[in-house]
């Protein structure tokens, strides 16, 4: 699914419909087309990878039009991390949420005589899970995955979690995994488990650093020597919720191994 405007990020937004389960319900702006993919179509549950208005926007109208749940990890935090009061690049992007009452994420969902597991795998959310069919192999990641790097993260994303969630879902041994944004993969694995230590590296670098005294601008130079600009865009563009500085300063803060995490200055 996509807009004009998500063209223009490289951001497809994947649904998927197995049997009668629908995997993610895609962006309030996307809602007419996606309504008559559907169209003639049984829906018996839908389960969110996460909460964020991309993956949310159009449960509500669909959960009503086919009197069926709406499964969602942590579903008390479905406003948090920014949902409630969208910053003007995500409502530009992607369009409001409209309210709906989740029930919690089962630990296995069956639906139409297919079972799947559902897999913590919080770091970008809180609320991020995959689903993983393990008659098929299949895992549905949202967006754990949607790069292979150390990338630039959102305020209230977790690098350390992010890593470790990724080789929760490696452990699995997936035969393909599929993607909230169009990536589909066969055998990720190795792929997940590389994004993982590159994460790891990455957040190594920064806290080494951030103990010998170095200012975080000067750590993003370092861990991230390219794509400068393109990252100072984006966080001028999303009003700094979006950058690598906030990898930087999240790693530092959240160091798993140092009880004294290393004080960053502005």
């Not at 008659?135 to 630039?152: E, H």
């Not at 879902?169 to 488990?193: F, Y």
């Not at 984006?234 to 290393?262: M, Y």
Request: positive net charge; hydrophobic residues 40%.
């Amino acid at each position: 699914m996509r807009t004009l405007g998500s063209r223009a990020l490289g951001m497809d937004v994947s649904a998927y419909l197995i049997g009668d389960l629908l995997i993610d319900t895609g962006f309030a702006y996307v809602r007419e087309p996606l309504l008559r993919a559907l169209d003639g179509r049984s829906i018996s549950a839908i389960c969110c990878t996460h909460s964020h208005e991309d993956h949310t926007g159009n449960a509500a109208v669909l959960s009503s039009m086919h009197d069926c749940p709406v499964y969602l990890r942590h579903a008390d935090q479905l406003w948090d991390e920014g949902v409630k009061r969208l910053a003007p690049y995500r409502r530009t992007w992607w369009g409001h949420v409209t309210p709906f009452s989740p029930l919690e994420m089962p630990e296995v969902v069956e639906s139409g005589g297919r079972r799947f597991r559902a897999v913590a795998a919080p770091g970008h959310s809180s609320t991020q899970i995959a689903l993983f069919e393990e008659a098929t192999g299949d895992v549905f990641t949202g967006d754990l995955f949607v790069s292979p790097g150390a990338t630039a993260v959102l305020t209230w994303a977790n690098p350390w979690e992010e890593a470790r969630s990724l080789r929760r879902v490696a452990a699995l041994r997936p035969r393909r995994m599929l993607t909230g944004h169009g990536l589909l993969v066969d055998d990720p694995v190795r792929l997940l488990e590389l994004k993982a230590e590159r994460i790891e590296t990455a957040a190594r670098s920064a806290v080494e650093l951030a103990a010998n005294g170095v200012e975080p601008r000067r750590i993003v130079r370092n861990v991230f020597p390219k794509g400068r600009f393109k990252d100072r865009f984006f966080e001028f563009l999303t009003s700094r919720q979006f950058s690598r500085l906030n990898f930087v300063r999240t790693a530092v803060r959240l160091a798993p191994s140092t009880a004294d995490a290393p004080v960053l200055t502005q």
